[in-house]
């Protein structure tokens, strides 16, 4: 038996037209976006398959876009492999939501409203603050620790070898970019979102997530799920609550996440939902694992074609 970790896209992995061609081919992918619509009264679905960008790009639609267009990736997977065994899933940040309700501890109701409601306060957040994130390429987090010290900006996302992400005020991640190149790094390259992400700039969220959570029930998931606070799985409902309040200003420790799946054997990772930047950290952490993932109709195939090969093997 091949271990399977089920990995989940966050937020950036958005883009117009995410899920279209799913839908179009499945019936069943096309039930669970008019779902969406139901649960949210909201219609997703066009703004997932149409857009326009800046309203899809906006966090409180992202996150819920991301979490359906995941959703229905993974559902679909499950149809076309009967059987499908996994046996951990992680997330990347938003992502941990999906995972923890691939993992049955959220209902894919609450998963949804969830996820909305926690991309409206970040949003918020964001409104009340003057932040901006950065990728810094080329610098290993020991040489980056003194620059993010001396610019006063904090790690947000520790994602692969040679990819950090900065997070904090816009004036200070400018700096930030300065110093790093000083320091040797190759590039140092602004993201576009709306704000500083797992900073103390997001601190007003916080709260708001933490009592959110407090009124959803939940249940222990199925399987391990990698939280991003610790790299390590979760515990039971309450710490799942605290760790995913917690998430929301603290580092994502992508990075070590996988290594510790690795380290547990696991030899097979699928990302489900629209991009394929969680296989491409995977690679940068370890060539020698199995990446597949489901984003669209010809990566759905492929990735049903590789699991129906290794199964009859």
């Given amino acids: 038996m091949l271990k399977t970790a089920l990995l989940f ?6 883009y117009v037209g995410m899920g279209r061609d799913l839908a179009a081919r499945f019936p069943a992918a096309g039930q669970w976006f008019e779902r969406g619509r139901e649960v949210l009264g909201l219609d997703l679905t066009a703004i997932c398959f149409d857009g326009p960008e800046p309203e899809l790009t906006r966090t409180e639609n992202a996150q819920p876009a991301i979490f359906l267009t995941s ?32 993992a049955g501890s959220f209902t894919f109701e609450d998963a949804l409203r969830s996820a909305r409601q926690r991309g409206r306060f970040m949003q918020e957040a964001c409104d009340l603050t003057h932040g901006s994130m950065a990728a810094v390429l080329g610098l290993e987090a020991e040489a980056l620790g003194p620059v993010c010290a001396e610019a006063d900006v904090e790690v947000a996302n520790l ?90 200003i603290s580092p994502v420790r992508w990075e070590e996440s996988v290594r ?50 290794n199964h009859s093997n």
């Avoid at 896209?9 to 958005?14: M, S, Y």
């Avoid at 696991?266 to 370890?286: H, N």
Wanted: charge should be positive; proline fraction near 6%; glycine fraction near 8%.
């Fill in 71 to 102: 959703w229905a990736a993974f559902q679909l997977l499950k149809e076309h492999v009967p059987g499908l065994e996994f046996h951990a899933t992680a997330g990347l940040s938003l992502g941990e939501l999906t995972a923890l309700a691939a």
């Fill in 260 to 309: 510790y799946l690795l380290e547990q054997g696991f030899v097979r990772f699928i990302e489900l939902g629209p991009g394929t930047a969680l296989s491409g950290f995977l690679k940068r952490i370890d060539k020698s694992a199995e990446a597949l993932h489901v984003a669209d109709v010809s990566s759905l195939e492929t990735t049903v074609a590789a699991l129906t090969r």
């Fill in 9 to 14: 896209a966050g937020q950036g992995a958005q």
């Fill in 159 to 248: 994602n692969c070898p040679g990819q950090i992400v900065i997070s904090g005020e816009t004036e200070r991640i400018a700096k930030a970019c300065d110093l790093a190149k000083a320091k040797g790094a190759k590039r140092a390259v602004l993201l576009p979102v709306a704000g500083a992400y797992h900073s103390r700039l997001m601190a007003s969220a916080q709260p708001k997530v933490q009592a959110m959570l407090e009124a959803v029930p939940l249940q222990a998931p199925s399987v391990p799920v990698i939280s991003n606070v610790t790299a390590r799985p979760h515990g039971a409902p309450g710490d799942i609550r605290r760790r995913l309040a917690e998430q929301v």
